[in-house]
């Protein structure tokens, strides 16, 4: 029986590591540098690993950034959803706290990883236009449902719940633009109040009995 060759033993040895660990370090990379700005050798200290595991693994830069955004969207429809699941405009005026939360937190400079990545790679990636796509109608599809809740509960006016879920939506994205431009938390507290203020105000008042 011969000896097995180093790239038998190779595909023999069980990974040290798990994927999804390595790409949730790699999501603060890419998150705080961007893609252009992140150097192989950036990717590869956060990572953990060597270059040829790396690249083994997850594929180019490209692919790997694929799988990156693709894992921080994941995560962030699983949080969002969650939210979205119960109440009415009560539910979206706490969307509006969870943003004002990640604002005044530590990563609150880095705006969205999705609407980062559209904007800076999206005329030329299809794949990530594809994934800002998906983020575009999870935001929307999102919002629709505690607006329709509050339609149903006759608190906002008949037919207007589209409406303001691409309202909300608008202002979800903008702002993500706004923070990464360097706008300061007091700035971005300032339209947070504005748009919690615009909620409320959708809402029709209770009869008076």
């Not at 200290?45 to 060597?50: A, F, P, V």
């Not at 706008?183 to 959708?202: C, F, K, P, R, Y």
Request: aromatic share 6%; glycine share 10%; charged share 20%.
């Amino acid at each position: 029986m011969t000896a097995p060759t180093q790239s038998e033993r190779s595909r023999g040895r069980p990974r040290s590591f798990d994927e999804d660990e390595v790409l949730d370090a790699l999501v603060g990379l890419f998150w705080e540098r961007g893609f252009g700005a992140a150097s192989l050798s950036e990717i590869v200290e956060t990572s953990g690993l060597n270059k040829s595991s790396l690249y083994n693994t997850f594929g180019s830069k490209d692919a790997m950034f694929e799988r990156v955004l693709t894992r921080y969207m994941d995560t962030r429809e699983a949080t969002f959803n969650e939210a979205m699941a119960e109440g009415t405009l009560d539910a979206l005026l706490g969307f509006v706290e969870l943003m004002r939360m990640e604002v005044n937190s530590e990563i609150g400079g880095r705006g969205c990883l999705a609407i980062n990545s559209s904007t800076e790679l999206g005329l030329h990636s299809d794949s990530v236009t594809e994934l800002a796509n998906r983020y575009r109608s999870m935001l929307r599809d999102g919002l629709s449902g505690p607006l329709a809740r509050a339609e149903q509960a006759g608190e906002i006016a008949p037919g207007m719940a589209p409406v303001y879920a691409d309202v909300i939506m608008s202002f979800a994205m903008s702002t993500a633009v706004t923070i990464r431009s360097g706008a300061g938390a007091g700035e971005i507290n300032a339209l947070l109040d504005s748009m919690a203020t615009l909620i409320e105000s959708w809402r029709i008042p209770a009869p008076v009995l």
